[in-house]
């Protein structure tokens, strides 16, 4: 029982963000979390196939079509700045438009 | 959630307080010492273990930078500086059957995107287009045409330049006009008589996202060509297309979206500029003006538009072209236009493809007011009901029909209905 309340208190805080990816934005394009705090994107499309890329953490993965479910992604908010993510598949005439930014307060 | 990366840092601090709960209190300060520092080895075997599951790369401790792990895929082991995008496009393949006459297939469009990242901050997309499948010389058969090829600087999410052959930032269609993301076989009328979609040029610009949902354009975009103007199809034939285009005088265009509440998308447009450089004393200035908006409820989707042009000196500019031509293209000085599409999705969400059922009613008029001294031409007041259905075997592919009855104000020449086949695609 002491392992178990020792591993939740050892474990930060997690903050789930819903996000709708389409031509050619993410809804919301702009998130705040503090830093420390894990941040769970679920990412689902309304559309084609999107790409969601933070370039900063290493992160370039595929949404989904719209209706063959969603993305989960898994960032871990730890240092302060502002972290840009982007659509990295290309989607259509705007696809460099569909871009926006994580940012990660003290 | 626990993650792979807490695990290992609570695991490590459960062995070591697991080996004091368990230790024996009265052990001698050596023995203790060793038996931590045995436990500290086993730890650092734990996170060289962990490290390698989570991939990340040898030598860089996880917290030296923020990271991230999906749950669907493998995260990217390399940031590659300069990347080349994969080859997109869309194709359009339709059957038209306009009552009374033969029925006609036509590839009307075959698009090949090209996009390239010269590194995170300096990007190139392109869009080449074949219409109608032929090109030949001067023949009116198909057209090859360079509809975007520009670059990005993207110096901040809020402020980015952009230069090349640019689409021109108005309405609903002309950015978004790949296949599935519409319905019906054709564009709107609306996006093709009173906004001439797709409308392109040369021109520079800044664009970004300014938060809370509001995202915008601005470009300094090639002029119009006031020679092109005509009584039928407004500006369409006024584009020039980047071919050798004037940059006297170029137009100033722009538009603002909304996206900051859930399933609600708006947006507002404007394009002013002159486009008399082919005359001399008759500049005709001509200004666009465009609201749309688009909303989802459940498996209801609606969207609108309305459009309006403005242009000035159209009387001058009439008898400019009779002077030249022999025939009056009875310009209008204002030309209107607008929409409304609700349209559902049938099938139950479960199933892996959709079927939307859709209803747009459009009503556009080239020669809304005339210019003092011209009548308008009441065949191009019209109105259409255009009906249909449109099939997603998958998300990208779409089986579309329609079934279009025009109605127009003249009581000479009569408006043909017509009946519809297209499927359209995007890779």
């Known amino acids: 029982m002491l392992w178990l309340l020792l591993l939740l208190a050892a474990a930060p805080p997690t903050k789930v963000i819903h996000m709708t990816a389409e031509r050619f934005t993410f809804i919301p394009s702009q998130v705040k979390v503090k830093a420390g705090t894990v941040v769970e994107f679920r990412i689902h499309s309304e559309d084609t196939n999107h790409g969601f890329r933070i370039p900063a953490a290493g992160i370039n993965e595929v949404i989904p079509k719209r209706g063959k479910g969603e993305l989960k992604v898994v960032f871990h908010a730890d240092r302060p700045g502002r972290y840009e993510f982007e659509c990295s598949k290309p989607c259509g005439a705007g696809h460099n438009m569909m871009r926006g930014v994580l940012i990660v307060e003290e | ?236 034939e006024g584009r020039q297309k980047g071919f050798q285009s004037s940059w006297q005088n170029p137009a100033q265009t722009g538009r603002l979206e909304y996206h900051g509440i859930p ?79 609700p349209a559902v999705r049938v099938l139950p969400r479960r199933f892996n493809r959709d079927l939307a059922l859709f209803a747009r009613y459009e009503n556009f008029d080239t020669q809304n007011r005339m210019p003092r001294g011209f009548l308008p031409l009441k065949q191009f007041d019209r109105s259409a009901w255009v009906v249909g259905a449109t099939y997603y075997p998958e998300p990208d592919v779409a089986v579309k029909f329609d079934y279009t009855f025009l109605r127009n104000a003249s009581s000479v020449v009569k408006a043909v209905n017509s009946l519809n086949f297209g499927i359209g695609w995007w890779f």
């Open chain 2, 1 to 236: 959630m626990l993650t792979m990366v807490n695990m290992r840092w609570s695991l490590g601090y459960c062995i070591i307080l697991a080996s004091i709960l368990t230790g024996e209190a009265g052990a001698a300060g050596d023995d203790r010492e060793r038996r931590i520092e045995e436990l500290e080895r086993r730890v650092q075997q734990l996170e060289q273990q962990i490290q390698q599951l989570l991939g990340t790369k040898p030598g860089t401790k996880p917290e030296d930078k923020p990271g991230g792990k999906s749950e669907a895929y493998p995260t990217e082991a390399e940031r590659t500086p300069e990347m080349r995008l994969p080859v997109s496009g869309y194709m359009d393949f339709h059957f038209n059957k306009p009552r009374g006459e033969p029925g006609q297939l036509d590839f009307h469009r075959f698009v090949l995107l090209f996009g390239h990242s010269f590194s995170d901050r300096i990007k190139f997309w392109s869009e080449l287009e074949v219409e109608h499948a032929f090109v030949e010389g001067r023949e009116e058969k198909g057209e090859l045409e360079l509809e975007q090829a520009y670059l990005d600087f993207l110096v901040k999410p809020y402020f980015n330049l952009r230069g090349g052959m640019l689409l021109a930032p108005v309405g609903l269609i002309n950015e978004r006009h790949e296949p599935p993301s519409f319905h019906g076989v054709e564009r709107p009328f609306v996006d093709t008589v009173i906004l001439p979609s797709t409308w392109f040029d040369t021109g520079v610009g800044v664009f970004g996202d300014l938060g809370r949902g509001l995202v915008y354009k601005a470009y300094l975009m090639s002029p119009l060509d006031a020679t092109g103007f005509s009584a039928a199809e407004g500006l369409r």
């Open chain 2, 263 to 341: 399933r609600l998308a708006l947006g507002a447009s404007f394009w002013r500029g002159s486009t008399g450089f082919r005359f001399r004393g008759v500049n005709p200035r001509v200004k666009v003006f465009e609201i749309d908006g688009r909303y989802r409820l459940g498996r209801f989707d609606f969207r609108g538009e309305y459009a309006q042009v403005a242009i000035s000196k159209a009387g001058e500019l009439n008898l400019a072209l009779q002077r030249e031509t022999g025939v009056s293209p009875n310009v209008a000085e204002r030309l209107r236009g607008f929409y409304f599409e």
